[in-house]
């Protein structure tokens, strides 16, 4: 016997309702079909289903036991149907969010007021990461959406991974407010070049933020004389206005510490680009495309209120 489970709901239905011909109706067949699926059902079984008389259909002893587990069948189905309705209806509502430091500070919190207020049964997570955390987070399903920065070239997300860029930061140099370049405000940007006899606080060496401050020194024709190096832009800045040294600092990144100015950089395109990262196909989470939409919105106010380079 090799019956399927569409012959075994059939003989359920059938007994279900009588007749063969209120099975094909639920069924959306014809009578005609549904009379050879039984007629091909008896044959695989070498046994009468079953039985047809004026008043309509009843089933033998062989399609009764074989009904039972049609209808087995159709209460799985049912809870199978129930379960992801509920599971779709939780990821409808989902929103795992990763995001590094600044784009935590400055980024996330207005995206974040906008969708409470029209979303407020969202169920969101967030988590403070490095950026070279949100692909892969993103591609192993662990996060819906990460804000990360690339300094150069953006990172190479695998086929089910997009990036979405946000907006371009850039850097600024920050001095102590007694530097002479900061006490002349008639400059509003400094050519790298005029610092290349300052001590500097770097972002520690081996990160591509460093590597960029880097070759820029060097197409200024200096090497920097480092007197500090650390991972974050805050620490740089406190350095800074403690009068150790200058730090490049994207503008997204201010801190406005007392005890230091910032200038722009004459003629630089020194900046970092910040990223959103989703997964390509995110119809089961409709959340990030509403997330992805206020994210731009927030990073086109950001960049409108920067003063013109």
């Known amino acids: 016997m090799a019956l399927g489970p569409e012959a ?7 007994d279900r309702h009588g007749s063969l011909a209120s099975a094909a109706q639920e069924l959306g067949l014809t009578p005609a079909a549904v009379t050879q699926q039984v007629a091909r059902a008896e044959r695989d079984c070498r046994a009468s289903l079953v039985r047809r008389g004026p008043r309509g259909a009843a089933l033998t002893e062989a399609g009764m036991l074989l009904a039972g587990h049609g209808r087995v069948i159709d209460e799985e189905t049912a809870r199978a149907a129930a379960d992801l309705d509920g ?56 996060m819906d959406v990460a804000v990360v920065a690339a300094w150069d070239r953006p990172p190479v997300p695998p086929d089910h991974v997009r990036l979405h860029p946000l907006l371009i930061d850039p850097m600024v140099v920050v001095l102590p407010d007694d530097h002479e370049l900061a006490r002349d405000t008639s400059a509003s940007v400094i050519d790298l070049g005029r610092l290349r006899d300052e001590a500097w606080v770097t972002i520690r060496a081996g990160h591509a933020a460093r590597a ?25 800045q406190a350095f800074v206005a403690t009068g150790v ?65």
């Open 8 to 14: 075994l709901r059939l003989l359920a239905l059938i």
């Open 87 to 142: 599971l779709l209806g939780r990821l409808s509502l989902r929103l795992r969010i990763g995001a590094f430091q600044a784009a935590a500070l400055h980024v996330l919190p207005p995206a974040l007021i906008a969708l409470r207020h029209r979303y407020p049964a969202t169920d969101l997570s967030i988590m403070d990461i490095t950026s070279d955390r949100g692909v892969p987070a993103v591609a192993a399903g662990e």
């Open 212 to 236: 960029q401050f880097d070759r820029a020194a060097a197409a200024a024709g200096f090497v920097p004389r480092v007197r500090f190096e650390t991972e974050s832009y805050d620490v740089a």
């Open 245 to 309: 040294g200058v730090a490049l600092v994207s503008r997204l990144a201010l801190t406005h510490l007392p005890g230091t100015v910032h200038r722009g950089l004459a003629g630089s395109e020194l900046s970092r680009s910040l990223l959103a990262v989703t997964a390509a196909e995110h119809g089961v989470t409709p959340m990030v495309a509403t997330f992805l939409r206020l994210l731009h919105e927030v990073a086109d106010d950001i960049t409108g209120s920067w003063p013109a380079a």
